[in-house]
């Protein structure tokens, strides 16, 4: 499970996601920041709907 901010106890605006999508959605629509993978968010951010943040953070390992 995914959670959009964490408080104790939840608060109103507190969000939990039981897959990476609804993360992704919620994150287009502005209800926060996601860390999910690349090749997920790669479409919004070319159209600009969402832009990347902490890109020095970036890691890219070769593949699997």
């Known amino acids: 499970m995914l959670r959009m901010f964490v408080c104790d ?6 969000y939990l996601f039981n897959r990476t999508y609804q ?4 994150t287009v629509e502005g209800f926060g ?3 999910v993978p ?7 951010i070319d159209r ?3 832009v990347e ?3 020095s953070f970036n890691m890219v390992f070769p593949g699997y």
């Open 9 to 14: 106890p939840p608060a109103p605006w507190e």
């Open 23 to 26: 993360v992704m959605v919620a």
């Open 33 to 35: 920041l996601a860390y």
């Open 38 to 44: 690349e090749s997920m968010a790669k479409s919004y």
């Open 48 to 50: 600009g709907r969402l």
């Open 53 to 55: 943040v902490l890109e």
